[in-house]
């Protein structure tokens, strides 16, 4: 190991401070570690854990029973629905737009690339609102749709509706940049060795970014799972029927009830430290795949 | 299988990246497009293995043995392609790499055991016997675009195309594998098209050397005819090393104007004499440096009259007779030169070109 730096000052102090020059002293790196800690614990570990020692405050029964009530039971299973429809959907429309973007030049190419981090940029509530805005009764749609006794909105095709648009850019935005730097090459060679389009896709692009894909299902799932604004707006609130688990949470705690909330909110807090583990072990196996293959050149 | 290209004209945009073009590649030949960066080689390779299409409206064509394939996909074409930085599928091994044209046909798929059996004389063929378990981030670089040959050919191409197959290589696996290229063709006698702008590769493998410039094609010939009759001043630079002159008249050696006629004339470093006596046909010319070491000698001269500067390729015996020192003044005579007329407005200058001295 190289010591690029020695403090040896002009007045001739003899006791060298031998040093990496691209590193900081010792005090600093002691510093900045000590406020990010403060920062983290302050704004993220003692809120999470304090989910939990509310959540069992009154004992394990009391926990069981918060999150087994009929109404905490349908607001799960509709998470899960929404969920179970939201992503495969948006894993569809991310990897089919991250294909167009990275693979071809077209006329409005930019335009779907600012089209896919809309959802991003717009607050939760808004994305809600314009679904509520078109087929909600007032709505452009909202004349025909009651004609024809078709419920969108308070409804859950509403939900699904506000979850797939909120959650649409995660694949995407994962996917784009990914097979931007894998480049074209062996799509190419697949081409001139006989294989057809979907052979392509299915054989060789798709292996290349698979680490990427699950990535960004992992973070879409979580969104959805736990997105409130838009869906706030959407569902009606109607307790059984329209109320996601976040939603379910939202209620619990506006009846006083905290300890019922805590613990539903626990199963949250729960499913996002199963995405953090999905998210590390991934990144952990991507590094060690890149490592093999930087190894050997 | 012969390749008769005509009338390719491909512009991306506004950039123009072939002009118009017409090539006949014979069958069996092993055919060098040279030239440098941007001067539409690669494009015009692709347009041939079907990866671009040559623009609508211009009617180009492709043509494989007769047969018209300009609106054929690659897949059908019959070719094998190798890229210049080995494109192999990270995620399969080497055997399922090379097995990959194979095992993709959807009519006449052969059958496990025959896969397997054309594989492996493949991985012997490009010599890298029993490496068919191993990934390509577990090869080298040479090892890894050997792998990309084999795919190449597991298809029994009519047609090889090799874009700067060799250009992220170093240097002794370069000529390991320019070797195996050379041997294999001897063998097989394949078509063969390979893209480079390395000079001494494609004088060293092509039977034709296609040299490209600027969207356009130079010159057409075996390597020893475009290296000792160039075409054109590109040509002439591109290849070898040359001295250009524009003020120093041939045509009148000892009287010197120092005044541009608007011709250029090339001549190169192994075809200028140096001697203390002056001929007929011999300019004055003044020693500047003398560079002894390695296998040539070098002596740098400035031409009395004009003050452009030569640069003479000399045996070391021819040095050791000569003797020259800094300042002597000797006669240089031009065993072969060709003149052109007025210089093209922008030519390019792969050889660097040292400035005349500031007048003293």
Redesign the interface.
Same mark, same amino acid.
């Given at each position: 190991m190289a010591s690029t730096g020695t403090t040896l000052l002009n007045r001739g102090r003899t006791a060298a401070v031998v040093r990496d020059a691209t590193t900081e002293s010792g005090w600093v790196r002691a510093l900045l570690i000590t406020v990010a800690l403060t920062f983290l614990a302050l704004f993220l570990f003692v809120p999470l854990v304090s989910v939990f020692v509310e959540a069992f405050r009154n004992g394990i029964h009391a926990y069981l029973h918060a999150i087994s009530t009929p109404d905490a039971w349908a607001a799960i299973k509709l998470t899960l629905l929404v969920a179970a429809i939201a992503v495969p959907l948006n894993t569809v429309f991310g990897v089919a737009a991250a294909w167009s973007i990275a693979k071809y030049q077209f006329p409005g190419r930019s335009l779907l690339l600012t089209l896919v981090d809309l959802p991003f940029a717009i607050s939760p509530v808004i994305s809600g609102l314009i679904y509520v805005l078109v087929f909600g009764l007032q709505g452009w749609f909202g004349q025909w749709l009651d004609d024809h006794d078709i419920k969108i909105i308070f409804a859950v095709p509403g939900i699904v509706l506000a979850t797939i648009f909120v959650t649409f850019p995660f694949v995407a935005r994962e996917l784009i940049p990914l097979m931007e730097t894998q480049g074209n090459? *062996?799509e190419?060679? *697949?081409? #001139?060795? /006989? $294989?057809?389009g979907w052979?392509t896709f299915w054989?060789?692009t798709l292996?290349?970014i698979k680490w990427g894909l699950f990535y960004g299902v992992i973070l879409c799932n979580a969104r959805a799972m736990g997105e409130f604004g838009a869906v706030s707006v959407v569902s009606g609130h109607i307790r059984g029927l329209t109320n996601t688990l976040p939603l379910h949470i939202e209620t619990l705690y506006n009846d006083y009830n905290l300890q019922g909330s805590f613990a539903c909110a626990s199963l949250l807090v729960m499913l996002a430290l199963v995405t953090l583990a999905l998210k590390t072990f991934i990144e952990w196996r991507h590094a060690r795949n890149h490592a $093999? @293959?930087a190894d050997?050149h | 299988m012969s390749i008769h290209a005509v009338n390719i004209r491909k512009t991306f945009g506004r950039y123009v990246a072939l002009e118009n073009l017409e090539l006949k590649v014979p069958t069996g030949a092993l055919v060098a497009l040279l030239g440098p960066s941007g001067s539409g080689k690669t494009t015009l390779l692709r347009i041939m &293995?079907? %990866?671009e299409y040559p623009d609508a409206d211009s009617g180009g064509t492709v043509n494989f043995h007769g047969q018209d394939v300009t609106n054929t996909?690659? /897949? @059908?074409r019959g =070719? /094998?392609?190798v890229?210049q930085?080995y &494109? %192999?599928?990270?995620?399969l091994n080497v055997f399922e790499n090379v097995a990959? /044209?194979l095992k =993709?046909?959807?009519k006449n798929r052969p059958p496990k055991k025959e896969i397997a059996e054309r594989v492996n004389k493949l991985l012997e063929m490009v010599r890298l016997p029993g490496l068919g378990h191993r990934f390509p981030?577990?090869?080298?670089g040479g090892q890894r675009q050997r792998v990309a040959l084999a795919? $190449?050919l *597991? #298809?029994e191409p009519k047609v090889l195309l090799l874009d700067e197959p060799f250009g992220a290589l170093d240097a002794k696996v370069r000529k390991e594998l320019r070797r195996w290229l050379l041997d294999f063709q001897e063998h097989v006698h394949l078509t063969t098209v390979f893209v480079t702008h390395d000079q001494e590769e494609a004088l060293e493998l092509a039977d034709e050397v296609v040299v490209m410039n600027n969207a356009r094609i130079e010159q057409i010939g075996p390597p020893q005819e475009v290296y000792d009759k160039p075409a054109t001043p590109f040509v002439f630079e591109f290849l070898g090393n040359v001295n250009r002159l524009e003020l120093t008249s041939l045509q009148n050696p000892t009287h010197q104007t120092g005044r541009p006629d608007g011709t250029v004339t090339y001549v190169r470093p192994q075809d200028i004499e140096l001697s203390r006596h002056p001929s007929p046909d011999s300019v004055q010319v003044v020693v500047h440096h003398v560079f002894a070491a390695g296998p040539w000698a070098r002596v740098q001269v400035v031409v009395n009259h004009t003050g452009e500067w030569l640069d003479v390729e000399l045996s070391r015996e021819t040095l050791t007779l000569l003797q020259p020192t800094h300042g002597q003044l000797v006669h240089a005579r031009f065993r072969h030169s060709r003149i052109f007329g007025a210089p093209p407005p922008t030519a390019p200058h792969p050889t660097p070109h040292p400035t005349p001295p500031a007048p003293s």
């Amino acid at each position: 190991m190289a010591s690029t730096g020695t403090t040896l000052l002009n007045r001739g102090r003899t006791a060298a401070v031998v040093r990496d020059a691209t590193t900081e002293s010792g005090w600093v790196r002691a510093l900045l570690i000590t406020v990010a800690l403060t920062f983290l614990a302050l704004f993220l570990f003692v809120p999470l854990v304090s989910v939990f020692v509310e959540a069992f405050r009154n004992g394990i029964h009391a926990y069981l029973h918060a999150i087994s009530t009929p109404d905490a039971w349908a607001a799960i299973k509709l998470t899960l629905l929404v969920a179970a429809i939201a992503v495969p959907l948006n894993t569809v429309f991310g990897v089919a737009a991250a294909w167009s973007i990275a693979k071809y030049q077209f006329p409005g190419r930019s335009l779907l690339l600012t089209l896919v981090d809309l959802p991003f940029a717009i607050s939760p509530v808004i994305s809600g609102l314009i679904y509520v805005l078109v087929f909600g009764l007032q709505g452009w749609f909202g004349q025909w749709l009651d004609d024809h006794d078709i419920k969108i909105i308070f409804a859950v095709p509403g939900i699904v509706l506000a979850t797939i648009f909120v959650t649409f850019p995660f694949v995407a935005r994962e996917l784009i940049p990914l097979m931007e730097t894998q480049g074209n090459d *062996a799509e190419y060679a *697949a081409l #001139t060795l /006989g $294989a057809n389009g979907w052979q392509t896709f299915w054989r060789v692009t798709l292996p290349n970014i698979k680490w990427g894909l699950f990535y960004g299902v992992i973070l879409c799932n979580a969104r959805a799972m736990g997105e409130f604004g838009a869906v706030s707006v959407v569902s009606g609130h109607i307790r059984g029927l329209t109320n996601t688990l976040p939603l379910h949470i939202e209620t619990l705690y506006n009846d006083y009830n905290l300890q019922g909330s805590f613990a539903c909110a626990s199963l949250l807090v729960m499913l996002a430290l199963v995405t953090l583990a999905l998210k590390t072990f991934i990144e952990w196996r991507h590094a060690r795949n890149h490592a $093999a @293959e930087a190894d050997s050149h | 299988m012969s390749i008769h290209a005509v009338n390719i004209r491909k512009t991306f945009g506004r950039y123009v990246a072939l002009e118009n073009l017409e090539l006949k590649v014979p069958t069996g030949a092993l055919v060098a497009l040279l030239g440098p960066s941007g001067s539409g080689k690669t494009t015009l390779l692709r347009i041939m &293995a079907g %990866l671009e299409y040559p623009d609508a409206d211009s009617g180009g064509t492709v043509n494989f043995h007769g047969q018209d394939v300009t609106n054929t996909p690659p /897949g @059908e074409r019959g =070719v /094998g392609f190798v890229f210049q930085h080995y &494109a %192999l599928f990270r995620h399969l091994n080497v055997f399922e790499n090379v097995a990959f /044209g194979l095992k =993709v046909r959807r009519k006449n798929r052969p059958p496990k055991k025959e896969i397997a059996e054309r594989v492996n004389k493949l991985l012997e063929m490009v010599r890298l016997p029993g490496l068919g378990h191993r990934f390509p981030h577990q090869l080298s670089g040479g090892q890894r675009q050997r792998v990309a040959l084999a795919r $190449a050919l *597991a #298809t029994e191409p009519k047609v090889l195309l090799l874009d700067e197959p060799f250009g992220a290589l170093d240097a002794k696996v370069r000529k390991e594998l320019r070797r195996w290229l050379l041997d294999f063709q001897e063998h097989v006698h394949l078509t063969t098209v390979f893209v480079t702008h390395d000079q001494e590769e494609a004088l060293e493998l092509a039977d034709e050397v296609v040299v490209m410039n600027n969207a356009r094609i130079e010159q057409i010939g075996p390597p020893q005819e475009v290296y000792d009759k160039p075409a054109t001043p590109f040509v002439f630079e591109f290849l070898g090393n040359v001295n250009r002159l524009e003020l120093t008249s041939l045509q009148n050696p000892t009287h010197q104007t120092g005044r541009p006629d608007g011709t250029v004339t090339y001549v190169r470093p192994q075809d200028i004499e140096l001697s203390r006596h002056p001929s007929p046909d011999s300019v004055q010319v003044v020693v500047h440096h003398v560079f002894a070491a390695g296998p040539w000698a070098r002596v740098q001269v400035v031409v009395n009259h004009t003050g452009e500067w030569l640069d003479v390729e000399l045996s070391r015996e021819t040095l050791t007779l000569l003797q020259p020192t800094h300042g002597q003044l000797v006669h240089a005579r031009f065993r072969h030169s060709r003149i052109f007329g007025a210089p093209p407005p922008t030519a390019p200058h792969p050889t660097p070109h040292p400035t005349p001295p500031a007048p003293s």
